[in-house]
Structures are given as C-alpha cells and as structure tokens.
C-alpha cells in the first residue's frame, strides 16, 4: 500500500527540541518531494517547506526559515522536521505530503507545547 | 510569494444544490498548476484536483475544476452530505507555495 506513516503525538515544553517524522512506503521514496504543512488549532493550511530526497535539495517557506530544519535520510524512506527551540505557538498539526501539489498525505502529527 | 484568496468563507446549501467555490491568485499561475484539497472534520486533507481541472483518482466526477492566469473554480455539480468539509486552494509553480485560506462548505 502507498502511504505516508507519521511519528505520533508529542507533548513539549518551551525551549525543548523536537524532531517527527514522516515515512513513506509503497513507491520510490527518493523520485519525489516531501512537503510540510503546518495547520494551527482552528486554521488553514500552511507551507512550509519541502525535500527532495533523491539529492537533498530543500526549499523553505521564508516565514519559517531558520526555526525549523527539513532533512531525509533515504536509506529507511523517511523525511524529518524539526526544532532545535520550540515556542507555545508551534503548537499545532503538522503534515507530510507526497508531490509538488500533494497526491498523498500523511494522518498528521499533533505537537503540543506548553509549561 | 503567490496570495490566493477564497470565496466565500462558508457557503450554506442544500444536498442536490451547485457549490461554486472561487480562488483568486496575486498574480497569474502560469501552467494551472492549482490544486484542490478537501478536509473534513478531524481528517488530513485530500487531493481532489490539480492541473487546474484534472481529477484525482477516486475522485467523484460531480467535482470539477476550471480556470487559468489568476481565476479557479471548484464546483461541486450535486451536493451530497458527505460533501461537507474545508475546501483549499494551492499553488504549487512558485515558492514558496501556498495555500488559500479554505471555504468551508455547510450541508442545510
């Protein structure tokens, strides 16, 4: 079965570090991009970057640059997203998809953060 | 960075009734590449469309997609209450890529 399988819910404190992950089965992971959207409790869908596996190459959403990183490792068909210093206000959904324009999504992995 | 904008916010109708949902782009999205989402309610989102107006693969054909340069539809021909859901746009030729900021689709 194609699928993206995502790591599950986290529960953090301000400053921690979180790294989630996004695994994909079923296809040829490396021959297409991996994106990450972020949905806020209550809103719309957010880019916020995206990898391609085959060689690496990363592209980021500026309003994101900087508080996260975007990283692969093809060898176990898994993509990564993570903070090295989280904020109450990353809480929210967060989802990997498949593709330039998404064809397959990810079930979401919620991150809570909160003293 | 490409804005799209949705209209409306909600839309209110009745199951068998037309849904027409807009999106407008900043500016023009060369080569249609807009896409459709649906999510429903505790849901990760689906691709409905892309290519402007090629439907993906299980996609039911009451849904249908249209426009170019700056100007998409979503319509759903006859509404059924599974239909109820957010509906996104989504821009993928430039980055960063975005996303409208969704219509949400109301069964009276």
């Known amino acids: 079965e194609v699928q993206l399988v995502q790591s599950g819910a986290e529960v953090k404190k301000p400053g921690e570090s979180l790294k989630i992950s996004c695994q994909g089965s079923?296809?040829?992971?490396?021959?297409?991009?991996i994106g990450w959207v972020r949905q806020m409790p209550g809103k719309g869908l957010e880019w916020m970057g995206m990898?391609?596996?085959?060689?690496?190459?990363?592209r980021y959403n500026p309003s994101f640059q900087g508080h996260v990183t975007i990283s692969a490792d093809r060898s176990i068909n898994t993509a990564y997203l993570q903070w090295s210093s989280l904020k109450a206000s990353d809480t929210a959904m967060y989802y990997c998809?498949?593709?330039?324009?998404?064809?397959?999504w990810g079930q979401g992995t919620l991150v809570t953060v909160s003293s | 960075e490409i804005v799209l904008t949705q209209s409306p916010g909600t839309l209110s109708l009745s199951p068998g009734e037309r849904a027409t949902l807009s999106c407008r782009a900043s500016q023009s999205v060369s080569s249609n590449y807009l896409a459709w989402y649906q999510q429903k309610p505790g849901q990760a989102p689906r691709l409905l469309m892309y290519g402007a107006s090629s439907r993906a693969t299980g996609i039911p054909d009451r849904f249908s997609g249209s426009g170019s340069g700056t100007d998409f539809t979503l319509t759903i021909s006859r509404l059924e209450p599974e239909d109820l859901a957010v509906y996104y746009c989504h821009q993928y030729e430039t980055s960063p890529r975005t996303f409208g900021q969704g219509t949400k689709v109301e069964i009276k």
């Open positions: 079923g296809y040829s992971f490396t021959d297409y991009w």
């Open positions: 998809g498949r593709g330039g324009f998404f064809d397959l």
């Open positions: 990898i391609y596996p085959g060689d690496s190459d990363t």
